[in-house]
């Protein structure tokens, strides 16, 4: 183990920031001017321009106990791009803010940033700016992600219609269970220190959690397809919560079929070493950031291509409510737990 440390005081906030963004790359040509001025100045050329932003707690979004620094700087900008690609846009550059205290020194955030432009290089996005400031307990990360998408073509949550087929990408509820495992060999290790973690080789689960991937693939393919989602949104709280999120703001009710959820055979197999069942960890995990989206029934055949997206449901009118038809054949009203509940469970 490397004990050597440099202290982030020897630098002054100017200096650090030199450091920091000493090896940035610009990727766009949409960024006039970035990082070393009072403010960037980015021109989207008549693109619409979308603007999202997170603010990442430790100890209430992550927990550093588990979590490596090059992760975390990944993931930061990851969650942020989600946004910016669930409104069907093109991230093009972020800016990231860090509140640290003096627990960490110069070679901890090196490693953050490390993960930090892994992810701006993998999406293509640059980093134009942002601040640094000392904070009494813990890290803050706030990240501001900026995109850009042909005027008109940007989706709302609120503009799902009646009869529209309820559509989700990849595979739900891994981040969750990635979490338990994580969560479980982080309290065997308190209660006994000298006990090496066990993982169960749940590389998959755990991976989901610690270094997810935005779903810029499904952008693409829309793109590539002409489709145009009625409504679309990332789910970041879990399906139901985000169901219920597209039913209210576009004032109407759906049906969700249990058997179409997508869910990954590793994650079941996870699910069952904790005697949890796996639909309820794909209705109510949390921080898979695929993409949950409506289309008209008229795109159907265009979605099939694609292996990656599955038609779980429909769009109803408001009074007939959410509901889950389960495999059983019976009919339930869909809830929120959400992530926050079952993490504190």
């Excluded at 700016?129 to 005027?151: M, Q």
Aim: hydrophobic letters at 40%; charged letters at 25%; glycine letters at 10%.
């Amino acid at each position: 183990m490397n004990n050597d440390r440099t202290e982030i005081s020897s630098l002054g906030e100017f200096g650090l920031i030199d450091h920091l963004t000493r090896n940035i790359e610009l990727h766009h040509v949409s960024s006039v001017l970035g990082v070393g001025d009072d403010a960037a100045v980015i021109d989207h050329f008549g693109k619409q321009t979308v603007v999202s932003t997170d603010l990442l707690i430790e100890g209430v979004h992550f927990d550093l106990g588990y979590t490596p620094l090059k992760h975390l700087g990944y993931k930061s900008v990851v969650v942020n791009l989600s946004d910016i690609y669930a409104m069907n846009a093109t991230p093009t550059q972020i800016t990231m803010s860090i509140g640290i205290s003096n627990r960490f020194g110069l070679e901890a955030l090196d490693e953050f940033y490390e993960g930090v432009y892994a992810a701006c290089s993998a999406y293509q996005v640059d980093l134009v700016g942002g601040d640094t400031t000392s904070s009494s307990k813990g890290f803050v990360i706030s990240v501001t992600a900026i995109g850009e998408v042909t005027p008109g073509l940007f989706v709302k949550r609120s503009t799902a219609r009646k009869g529209d087929l309820l559509c989700v990408s990849g595979d739900l509820g891994g981040a969750y269970v990635g979490l338990l495992f994580l969560e479980r060999e982080k309290r065997i290790f308190m209660e006994s220190p000298g006990v090496q973690p066990d993982l169960e080789n749940e590389t998959y689960v755990i991976g989901r959690l610690l270094k997810p991937e935005a779903r810029r693939d499904i952008v693409d393919f829309f793109a590539e397809q002409n489709i145009l989602p009625t409504a679309m949104m990332d789910i970041s709280d879990g399906l139901s919560s985000e169901i219920l999120h597209i039913c209210k703001d576009s004032n109407l009710g759906c049906v969700l079929y249990e058997d179409k959820i997508p869910v990954s055979e590793d994650m079941k197999k996870a699910a069952f070493k904790f005697e949890i069942d796996p639909t309820a960890c794909a209705l109510s995990g949390g921080e898979d950031y695929e993409l949950l989206f409506t289309v008209s029934q008229e795109e159907y055949e265009k979605l099939v291509l694609n292996e990656n997206i599955s038609v779980v449901g429909y769009m109803t009118d408001a009074e007939e409510g959410a509901n889950i038809i389960t495999r059983g054949g019976s009919r339930h009203p869909i809830t929120a737990q959400g992530w926050n509940a079952l993490k504190g469970s």
